[in-house]
């Protein structure tokens, strides 16, 4: 048994994160749970039997969220394609009442008004944040949860609301518990609890 404090991991083998997978590679453990969803960078080359094995596969048990998804202005090609896919997205984790994992490379405020104008009410996490205390004050005045990795902008986290602190692993080779110091080093266990607030699975079986 594990208790969930990695909100966003790679690592297949991971025992206390959430696994991102994309439809085409998902694959279920036992005793592991996952988000799925198609990469802003994938834009491109998805296909329609791509979104509808995405939609089949967000509705499995072992899926907790849906992603990662989101907008990058430096990579994955036109933004108004990677925003039809996004919306996909956004609306699935709607209606099935899972939360969304955002990939955000400079597309701050365009986030901020999808997610007021498709009145979206699913927690958002954004993964790997890594702006100012300025830019995270916008995102979490709008609802949206800030996850932090190896790498950050050191004072960020002190900066935002505590309850919307997240930890992530996502590519590193650092354990989740050595980042939870980093991020959040007079209270460690922080970040793991808000993860298990919006994932109210206490423990992975
Ligand atoms: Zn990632």
Redesign the pocket.
């Known amino acids: 048994m594990n208790i969930l404090s990695d909100s966003?991991t790679?690592c297949a083998e991971s025992l206390n994160g959430i696994i991102?997978l994309e439809p085409r590679e998902a694959r279920f453990m036992p005793g592991k749970v996952y988000s799925i969803g198609i990469h802003p960078w994938k834009s491109l080359e998805a296909t329609e039997e791509d979104l509808m094995a995405l939609d089949e596969l967000a509705v499995h048990p072992q899926v907790l969220a849906i992603g990662?998804t989101g907008l990058d202005r430096l990579r994955g090609g036109d933004l108004n394609l990677q925003t039809a896919l996004f919306k996909h997205h956004i609306l699935l984790s709607e209606s099935i009442n899972k939360p969304l994992i955002i990939?955000n490379v400079r597309c701050v405020p365009e986030l901020i008004s999808l997610r007021k104008k498709l009145k979206a009410t699913q927690p958002w996490i954004f993964?790997?944040y890594r702006g100012n205390a300025e830019t995270a004050k916008q995102l979490c005045n709008a609802g949206i949860m800030l996850s932090f990795g190896e790498r950050f902008t050191p004072g960020v986290p002190q900066s935002v609301p505590a309850d919307m602190i997240l930890i992530e692993t996502?590519?590193s080779r650092i354990a989740i518990e050595e980042i939870a110091k980093r991020i959040s080093p007079d209270d460690p266990d922080l970040p793991g609890r808000n993860l298990r607030r919006v994932f109210p699975v206490m423990k992975i079986k």
């Open positions: 966003h790679h991102a990662e990939h993964h790997g996502d590519m």
